[in-house]
């Protein structure tokens, strides 16, 4: 059994800087890439970022430059942090984390339970 916490959400003006975290535990062999997605009402859930196991990132044009993805292998960890906070940047944010456990053995993608950003004046 594998388990994600995030946490670093909140409310942040607009030029504002936040930072989140996911942490996983459990029975970890090993982690693939790691990933962040966001979703607002009635839309769909979009990836924001993603990190592989070699470290490469990608990002989606709407926030690159602004935010940055890293990852902490020792802690089973993934951060976001975001720059230059704008209004459209506010929506619930989920970690993913691809993981290979000792139990099941082959690799599933676990979700972190979700943090709110809300970005406002």
């Known amino acids: 059994q594998v388990q994600l916490v995030e946490s670093g959400g909140g409310l942040v003006q607009p030029g504002g800087s936040l930072r989140l975290s996911c942490a996983a535990s459990g029975s970890i062999f090993s982690t693939n890439h790691m990933a962040w997605y966001r979703q607002v009402p009635g839309k769909e859930r979009e990836l924001v970022a993603i990190?592989?196991?070699?470290?490469?990132?990608e990002y989606i044009a709407s926030v690159k430059g602004r935010f940055s993805i890293s990852r902490d292998n020792a802690k089973n960890t993934v951060y976001l942090q975001m720059n230059s906070l704008k209004p459209e940047d506010t929506a619930v944010y989920y970690c993913?984390?691809?993981?290979?456990?000792?139990?099941?053995?082959?690799?599933?993608?676990?979700w972190g339970q979700g943090t709110q950003v809300t970005v406002s004046s």
């Open positions: 990190i592989t196991s070699s470290d490469s990132t």
């Open positions: 993913k984390q691809r993981v290979k456990s000792w139990s099941i053995g082959a690799e599933r993608d676990y």
